[in-house]
């Protein structure tokens, strides 16, 4: 079988390092080595690159530099977040309210919680993975302390409105985190205006390095430190600084949110082609998450009769990268939560594809992915027990 | 994750397809987790002539039907039940622990095949040594 | 003033990443991007390499690459083994036993277990700054679960007896822990030999890059996960792998075990010849740690009558890098715990220098700090109402 | 991390040493915590005509102990009484929070080295606004 160039449509799971971000970084991978807390010359360089790296961040997310905290990822910041507000008020109360379908960092945090004695309420989604805010309204107790929920899902690309549960949080006095992992560079994102307190992001999603990112905590937000140690980070999160992973990330986010508008029409005119083109050619084939409210360049798509993980392998045949919502890959029997939480039956679940275009596409991968993508799946229908041709 | 015994096994499947009029059917698994594998048998002189599969799953689950398949044509229906899910995994030269299951239920579908023939031709059915439904995959530890 | 080349001697702070490291990961930064949790060909490669280097910190533990886990550094990791088997345990007990002289990563945990419930015994140490194996027997009672004691410190670089430290810790079926940050490349370490369980390390103090760390962790040891989230790591650390960082780990843990005696042999004759100089040309000051047991490139020395910062600045005009001791430095008033702990008066703590050589130094380093030292500490002495010339 | 500015007066500190015979001196600080002061101050018809300072402790310390006594220099009593830690945190063109007690400690120097004068000539000492030694250090947050 011919291999053609790579059609990467996997940039949900992670991105390319943007070549201007990798130049950006290899001076602290080399000669800017100074520890940032020590005293010398070269140190203050470090120092230097950190806290404009910190402003970039500010500026991105409409925050102060001073509110901007760096980590080792997305799943730490979600952790972070979590479990330091959690700990640190848990006097006032023991409530936490999320929805089924955000990132394991939080519901595995959350499942972690609820065996140190908190609750937490998983607020169902409607079938375009929405939150309905009147249940969210209804779960508020007196006990709750934190609602954390995701800006934009990693499977379906399906956008909450985030401000509207901003300002319910608001309202009650509640402190908001969200994980916009998915959101930098998708969304134009300000906490001001949305009321967020805390807000988790990861570089290696908007084209940054992968093992760095961040949490932004309001002023004032009583949180407790995830990592204890050193007074890096003003003394809320302890290890020698990862500097070119962090100047690394300054850099991505600068590019990511330079220009979301004009970056995201490309790709959202590529992704809509390429969904007219699947719903066109193969029958028996259905859109997972919101027509609309959805990230620009996210395509989920069940195909019924056949599983997830056969289509993928085929597809890598052909140098396409996509991924699947199918348990399959991950080894345990139940497919997506997120797919389930949509109500989409197991079997429907397992067929499912997700393809999520970015930067690295052209409109010819997506021209591959519609010459290729029929084939493979009527040969694995063909395949199938499940199928027979005349349904 | 693969072997290239896996590989080939799911690019180019030997004996996929359903055999008409077959002697012997076994559905097996459930969409629910994701593999259902229907393997038929055509059987003569109490020796399978023919075996074809076909399965929703995968690719583990296909090179496993696949390989099964490949296994049993031509054996007795005894030498038939004796080709364990182990021997279907050894023959694909391994499989990742998290993809075990997909070789026992090619073994509980050659041997719901072979009943669904013993049965339908008078005879007493062959007992599992674990019954149908009872694996569950690894942990991925 | 003149600026000289760079005399960078606080290799205990961080290390320049070694070039031939820097070139590994570069791949991995570029094109090689695919997130190893994938199912397609270019996520394989990610894996691969992440096994590869598991496989290289393996051998250079005398461990088992299944019990290698990537963190984000030296302090997730002293937080992962603390808490970690602290909270798994506790049904056992609630007892740790560690030392006065760890680094605030293992410290600030313990107090953070303090606040949990635990119960922690602070080791002392006696003036050379070596834990007192008679004091450590002591102090176990049936409810210590854990012992952790660093492999050599990072201050005063006294290497502590930890193959007898494992042997008691076996011998009373306590888990054993140790900070080898400092250790890695510096001392052969052998975790079966030493009975050692659970063992954190930081490439950025082997010439490897920031941000990037581990910790082993024996088979079978009983440690609940740190961070929660995806299944990475054989579901024990979640978070996407910082695959360039992991790559760049290995190849330094390559280097710096690959031959550590001759490695040891240069740098230690640079240390003993700049320690000899100091003491012969300095009158009123003392070397701090131990004379023997100690890390190859560790020089701490107390001057007496003045301070360490205003001595760092004034090293650092003359291009040398250092650090100190003292509070004036970290913005508290306390000096180092660990001078204090061997038992230095808080002046004399005040008046440290530590200098700690490594790969980046040459025979022209130490002629250049035995010819600026004795000026910088005669002007800063010329400067203190302590000092008395005729003292 | 230090101002141009308190680099200078690090590097070049101005009326280093002791005064012989002064008329006021003050020492503040203690070994304990890394800073002691002693400034040394020559009295004329109730102004400062020389003033001196010698310090152990952070460049901070020394430059602000440098620029205290750069500032009272020629200045009455009542005048030089005024001359606040945050005058002299100023003319450094600012110091990072956790090193503002070096500014207090010079003010503090200089307070007593008046007094000491004062009482030395008969006269009530003036009162400081804190109490010696109750500064504490930024938190550096
Ligand atoms: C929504 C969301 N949250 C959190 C994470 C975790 O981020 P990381 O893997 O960088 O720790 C991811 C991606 O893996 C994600 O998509
Ligand atoms: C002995 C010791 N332990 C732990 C650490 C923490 O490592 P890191 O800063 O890489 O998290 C360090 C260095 O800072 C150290 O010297």
């Known amino acids: ?391 | 994750m693969y072997s290239e015994k896996v590989m080939d096994h799911f690019m180019n499947p030997r004996n996929m397809g359903e055999i008409e009029n077959a002697d012997g059917i076994g559905e097996v698994g459930n969409p629910v987790c994701g593999d259902i594998m229907k393997i038929s048998l055509k059987i003569e002189d109490n020796r399978i002539v023919d075996a074809r599969f076909k399965t929703f799953g995968c690719g583990a689950a296909i090179a496993s039907s696949s390989m099964a398949t490949e296994l049993v044509k031509g054996k007795t229906l005894e030498e038939a039940w004796e080709v364990s899910n182990k021997a279907v995994a050894e023959a694909l030269e391994g499989l990742p622990p998290i993809k075990m299951h997909c070789s026992v239920l090619a073994e509980e579908g050659i041997h719901k095949a072979i009943n669904e023939y013993r049965i339908k031709n008078g005879l007493e059915p062959w007992e599992e040594k674990t019954p149908y439904g009872e694996h569950t995959p690894g942990d991925g530890a």
Chains 1, 3 share one sequence.
């Open chain 1, 1 to 391: 079988m011919e291999k053609k160039r790579l059609v990467y449509m996997d940039h949900a799971a992670t991105t390319m390092t943007h070549s201007e971000v990798v130049r950006t970084m290899m001076p602290y991978l080399n000669e800017r080595f100074g520890n940032p807390s020590s005293i010398y010359g070269i140190a203050h360089e470090s120092k230097e690159a950190i806290e404009s790296a910190r402003q970039k961040v500010a500026k991105a997310l409409g925050a102060d530099a001073q509110e901007i905290y760096f980590t080792a990822g997305g799943t730490e910041s979600d952790n972070w977040a979590l479990k330091g507000v959690a700990f640190a008020n848990k006097k006032k109360g023991n409530h936490i309210i999320t929805t089924k379908i955000e990132h394991h960092a939080v519901l595995h945090t959350c499942q972690y919680l609820e065996k140190q004695g908190f609750e937490v309420t998983y607020l169902p989604v409607d079938a375009y993975g929405i939150v309905d805010l009147s249940e969210l309204e209804k779960a508020i107790t007196d006990q709750t302390i934190l609602i954390s929920v995701m800006y934009a899902n990693n499977e379906i690309g399906t956008i909450q409105p985030i401000a509207e549960i901003g300002k319910i949080a608001s309202e009650h006095e509640i402190y908001f985190h969200t994980d916009a992992v998915q959101a930098i560079g998708n969304i134009p994102i300000d906490v001001e205006a949305a009321n967020i307190d805390l807000l988790s992001f990861s570089a290696h999603k908007f084209y940054g390095p992968k093992g760095i990112g961040g949490l932004y905590i309001r002023k004032g937000t009583r949180i407790d430190n995830l990592l204890h140690g050193g007074g890096q980070e003003r003394k809320r999160r302890a290890g020698t600084e990862n500097i070119a992973g962090i100047v690394g990330l300054g850099k991505a986010i600068e590019l990511a949110t330079a220009d979301i508008d004009s970056h995201n029409l490309r790709i959202r005119a590529m992704r809509d082609r390429l969904l007219a083109g699947i719903l066109g050619q193969i029958p028996h084939t259905r859109l997972n998450g919101h027509q609309e409210k959805r990230l620009p360049g996210n395509l989920n798509i069940s195909f019924e009769y056949i599983e997830g993980e056969s289509m993928l392998l085929l597809l890598d045949q052909y140098g396409i990268c996509g991924s699947t919502g199918s348990a399959c890959t991950s080894g345990s029997l139940e497919p997506s939560h997120v797919l389930l939480a949509i109500g989409l039956p197991h079997e429907i679940a397992h067929g499912s594809l997700r393809l999520t275009l970015g930067d690295a596409n052209r409109e010819e991968d997506v021209d591959c992915v519609l010459e290729v993508l029929p084939k493979v799946v009527e040969r694995l229908r063909s395949m199938s027990p499940l199928y027979r041709p005349d349904q």
